[in-house]
């Protein structure tokens, strides 16, 4: 299960400031009109687990995905795990020339590559283009064989 919030003060969303997200256990779609969020939402999912903008094939700057007018954006992604859930979340501060990141597993500090190694025992591959596809790189896929 995957729990995705945004705070108000701080969201990477064009449209909203503050979104809750609970999918349930087997496929999950996204879908609206153009413009209500949809990438955002696959956006955040994507930042919020470790992933790279180059996984999102849209900006390439990580202080890209905040909010204009913000100086920063929260994503706090709430994953399912025995015995406890995991709480992953991520800062991202318009510091510098590409921006910074911080990161916090149930609420400590911690590293992007711990990060990757919770996500990574949780067999959560972003970079697997079945098991996380976002609307930029369909048509990569499609042309895969």
Do not use: Y
Request: with cysteine; aromatic share 6%.
């Amino acid at each position: 299960m995957l729990f995705l919030l945004f705070f108000p003060m701080s969201s990477m969303c064009r449209i909203h400031s503050n979104v809750e997200l609970r999918p349930g256990l087997h496929l999950n779609l996204i879908i609206g009109p153009n413009g209500s969020g949809k990438s955002t939402i696959v956006s955040a999912m994507c930042l919020g687990l470790g992933g790279s903008p180059n996984v999102l094939d849209r900006q390439k700057q990580i202080d890209s995905f905040i909010k204009h007018g913000e100086k920063k954006a929260t994503i706090e992604i709430e994953l399912q795990k025995h015995p406890e859930n995991v709480v992953i979340k991520r800062v991202i501060e318009a510091k510098g020339a590409k921006g910074t990141s911080s990161w916090f597993i149930d609420s400590k500090p911690t590293t992007m590559n711990d990060v990757l190694k919770m996500t990574k025992s949780l067999n959560i591959q972003i970079d697997n283009l079945c098991q996380f596809l976002p609307q930029e790189r369909v048509s990569a896929f499609a042309d895969m064989s």
